[in-house]
Nanobody, 125 residues
Framework: QVQLVESGGGLVQPGGSLRLSCAAS????????IGWFRQAPGKEREGVSC????????YYADSVKGRFTISRDNARNTVYLQMNSLKPEDTAVYYC??????????????????WGQGTQVTVSS
């Protein structure tokens, strides 16, 4: 049974940092492409980052490039999203999702078949 569990969300002040974790079970995450999405109230789910299972390539939305870093620990079957220099507009529920092959179409939520339950990130003073 494929399962993804996010953790690490919380309340942080603008300019602060958080590290989100996406723990996988039921499959080997090293062989899958993992994407991070976020959804703010009243907005569509947005793909923010992706790490490819085929070659480890990483991708970032322009809105987070230079501030967020995606990585994986294969021994722990976990993917991380390090978020620095956080802004109020980063406030959202963050989800990780898995799909086979590469990060092609990583911005499209329908391309991913397995999802976690989400973790809330709030950036506010």
């Amino acid at each position: 049974q494929v399962q993804l569990v996010e953790s690490g969300g919380g309340l942080v002040q603008p300019g602060g940092s958080l590290r989100l974790s996406c723990a996988a079970s039921g499959f080997t995450s090293a062989y899958y492409t993992i994407g991070w999405f976020r959804q703010a109230p009243g907005k569509e789910r947005e793909g923010v980052s992706c790490i490819s299972g085929s070659d480890g390539s990483t991708y970032y939305a322009d809105s987070v490039k230079g501030r967020f870093t995606i990585s994986r620990d294969n021994a722990r079957n976990t993917v991380y999203l390090q978020m620095n220099s956080l802004k109020p507009e980063d406030t959202a529920v963050y989800y990780c999702a898995a799909k086979p092959f590469s990060c092609i179409d990583y911005r499209r939520a329908s391309a991913f078949g397995s999802w976690g339950q989400g973790t809330q990130v709030t950036v506010s003073s």
